[in-house]
C-alpha cells in the first residue's frame, strides 16, 4: 500500500469510480448539512477563529512526519477543529483544505476527493469531537486536562478515520491487496501516526487555551458554572485552588 494511503490521502484508482461517487455525493452532503448547522455558530469569536484553524491545518498537513521506513503521516485535523470551532465548522475546515490541496496541490485524487472528504472532514471531525464531549467534563478541569483530552480525542480520529478507508476498501477496492493486510495495515499504522496526531492537537488545544481559552469551542460549550471554574484554571495567570 502506498503511503499516500497510509497518510489518508487517497489516490484515484484505490477505490472504483462508483464506490468513489456514491462517497462524492455522502461528502457534499455532509458538507451541506455542515455548512447550514454552522451558521448558528459564527460569531466574533467563531468566524476568525475558523479561518485560523483552516490556515493551520492546510500548512501542517503540507508537512509530513516519518513513522517507519517509506511510510509517513501529516495531520487530520479533524479533532483539533472540532475542538476549537466546533463540528459543523470544524467540518468544513477540514474539508475546504482537503478541496484545496486536490484541486492545487494534487494531495490525493480528484475521483477520490469525496473519499477523503468524508474519512477526514465528516468521519474524523465527527469522532474527535464526540470523544472530547464524552470527556468534556475532564477537561474543564484544568489545562493538564484538556491537553490530554485533546490527544485522546485526536488520537481516536486519526484511528477510527482509518477504519473509514477499510470500509470504502470493502466495497470498492481496486488496488489487489486482501482485506486482512489493509485493515491490519491501517490500523497498525494509523495508530502511530495517531500519536504524532495527539501531540500536535494537544499542543495547539493547550497553547490556544492558555492565551484565549473562551476561544476553545469544548470549553465554551460547557455548562456555566464549570466553565468558568476551567477558565480560570486554564489561565497562566490563575490556578486550581
Not at 485560523?52 to 516519518?66: C, E, H, S
Not at 494537544?202 to 492565551?211: F, I, N
Request: with cysteine; proline share 3%; hydrophobic share 55%.
Amino acid at each position: 500500500m502506498s503511503s499516500s494511503v497510509v497518510a489518508m490521502h487517497i489516490s484515484d484508482g484505490i477505490i472504483n469510480a462508483p464506490t468513489s461517487a456514491v462517497f462524492g455525493v455522502v461528502a457534499a452532503g455532509g458538507l451541506a448539512f455542515a455548512l447550514a448547522k454552522s451558521r448558528a455558530q459564527l460569531d466574533e469569536r467563531t468566524a476568525p477563529m475558523a479561518g485560523l484553524v483552516a490556515a493551520f491545518v492546510f500548512a501542517l498537513q503540507l508537512i509530513n512526519f516519518p513513522i517507519l521506513p517509506g511510510v509517513s503521516g501529516h495531520l487530520l485535523g479533524g479533532a483539533l477543529a472540532a475542538i476549537l470551532v466546533g463540528p459543523w465548522l470544524g467540518s468544513l475546515c477540514v474539508g475546504i483544505v482537503l478541496i484545496v490541496q486536490a484541486l492545487l496541490f494534487a494531495d490525493g485524487g480528484l475521483t477520490a476527493l469525496g473519499l477523503n472528504i468524508t474519512n477526514m472532514a465528516i468521519i474524523g471531525t465527527a469522532v474527535g469531537f464526540g470523544v472530547a464531549l464524552a470527556l468534556r467534563p475532564l477537561a474543564t478541569r484544568g489545562r493538564q486536562w484538556l491537553i490530554g483530552v485533546a490527544f485522546i480525542s485526536a488520537f481516536m480520529n486519526t484511528v477510527i478515520t482509518s477504519l473509514g478507508f477499510v470500509l470504502q476498501y470493502t466495497i470498492g477496492g481496486a488496488a489487489g491487496a486482501s482485506l486482512g493486510a489493509v485493515l491490519i495495515s491501517m490500523i497498525g499504522l494509523h495508530a502511530l501516526i495517531g500519536i504524532g496526531e495527539g501531540i500536535i492537537t494537544a499542543l495547539t488545544v493547550g497553547a490556544v487555551a492558555s492565551s484565549r481559552s473562551d476561544l476553545v469551542y469544548l470549553l465554551r460549550g460547557a455548562p456555566q458554572h464549570t466553565r468558568t471554574a476551567a477558565a480560570a484554571q486554564i489561565t497562566p495567570q490563575g490556578s486550581a485552588s
